[in-house]
C-alpha cells in the first residue's frame, strides 16, 4: 500500500528516469534502434525494481499515465538525438498488456505528440509479448493493435518462443518484428538444439518479410553464429548494457562500431 500511494507521487517528483539499450545492425555494427528500459529512484527504498512496480501500476491503474510519460520521454529523447546527430533511429517502447486491455492507450494524444517532436510514426516501435496475444479474441485488444498500424508506429513481439507460440499470430497480426529471448541466445553452440531453433525462427521470420532482433547478446561466438544465420539486429551486454542518455551519446556521438574487434567495441564488464 505505501508504494502504490508513492507511485502516484513518482511522476509529480521526478523520480522516474528512462536508460537507453543499444539494438545493434549485426552486419555494421551500427546502432540502428533503442529499447527503453524504465527506472524508478524512489527516496527512501532507492532503485526499485520494475518487477516489484509495475504490477502494482497495473492493477492500479497508474500504467496509463506511467505509460503516457514513457513515451512522451523516450520520443523526445530521440528527436534531440536526431537534431543533434542527424541520425533517425527507432525507439521501441514497453506497451503493458493492462494500457491495451482497458483502453490505456491515447493514439490521438500521441501522434500528436509526435507530430510535436517532428518524428515520424515510424520510428517508433511498441513491443508486446506473446502472453498478449492469448487475449487476441478480445475486441479490446485488437482494436489497440490495429490502431498502432494506422498511425504508422511498428510492433515487435517480445521474448518469442518462450510461452505461446503460435504461428498464427504472425499471420494474424501485423507483427514487423520478432524478438529472439535471451534464453535462446544462451547456450547457443554450432551444433546445438538452441541454434537450430533461432536459426529456424530467423529463416521463418524473414519468409513473412519479419525482421529478427536477438536478445542478450554477450560473446564473440555468439555474436558470430547468429550474424552468420542472418539476424539483422541484437541487443545485450556484449555491446552495452542500457544506459543512461549521457552515457548514451557517446556512442551516437562518434558513430560507433559495436561489433566484437569494432573500433569502439564495449564488452561487458
Not at 45 to 58: H, K
Not at 177 to 192: E, H
Amino acid at each position: 500500500m505505501r508504494l502504490v500511494n508513492d507511485l502516484h507521487l513518482a511522476l509529480d517528483q521526478s523520480q522516474f528516469s528512462l536508460d537507453f539499450q543499444p539494438i545493434v545492425d549485426l552486419a555494421s555494427g551500427r546502432i540502428a534502434k533503442a529499447e527503453t528500459l524504465l527506472r524508478w529512484h524512489h527516496p527512501v527504498r532507492g532503485l526499485v525494481s520494475p518487477n516489484e512496480f509495475i504490477p502494482l501500476a497495473e492493477e492500479t491503474g497508474i500504467i496509463r499515465s506511467i505509460g503516457d510519460w514513457v513515451f512522451c520521454e523516450a520520443t523526445r529523447q530521440v528527436a534531440e538525438w536526431r537534431r543533434q546527430y542527424g541520425l533517425d533511429m527507432q525507439v521501441s517502447v514497453n506497451i503493458s498488456p493492462a494500457q491495451l486491455r482497458h483502453e490505456g492507450l491515447d493514439h490521438v494524444f500521441w501522434r500528436s505528440h509526435l507530430n510535436t517532436l517532428g518524428l515520424s510514426p515510424r520510428q517508433v516501435i511498441v513491443e508486446i509479448t506473446e502472453g498478449l496475444l492469448i487475449d487476441s479474441g478480445d475486441e479490446r485488444v485488437q482494436r489497440q493493435l490495429d490502431a498502432f498500424r494506422d498511425v504508422g508506429m511498428q510492433v515487435a513481439l517480445d521474448d518469442f518462443g518462450t510461452g505461446y507460440s503460435s504461428l498464427s499470430y504472425l499471420r494474424k497480426f501485423n507483427i514487423d518484428f520478432l524478438k529472439i529471448d535471451q534464453s535462446f541466445v544462451a547456450n547457443l553452440s554450432p551444433d546445438g538444439p538452441d541454434l537450430a531453433l533461432c536459426e529456424a525462427v530467423i529463416l521463418l521470420a524473414h519468409k513473412l518479410g519479419l525482421r529478427v532482433v536477438a536478445e542478450g547478446i554477450e560473446s564473440r561466438e555468439q555474436y558470430e553464429l547468429l550474424a552468420a544465420a542472418g539476424c539483422d539486429y541484437g541487443q545485450g551486454y556484449l555491446f552495452a548494457r542500457p544506459l543512461a542518455p549521457i552515457d548514451f551519446e557517446p556512442l551516437l556521438a562518434n558513430g560507433t562500431d559495436l561489433r566484437p574487434g569494432g573500433r569502439s567495441a564495449l564488452a561487458a564488464s
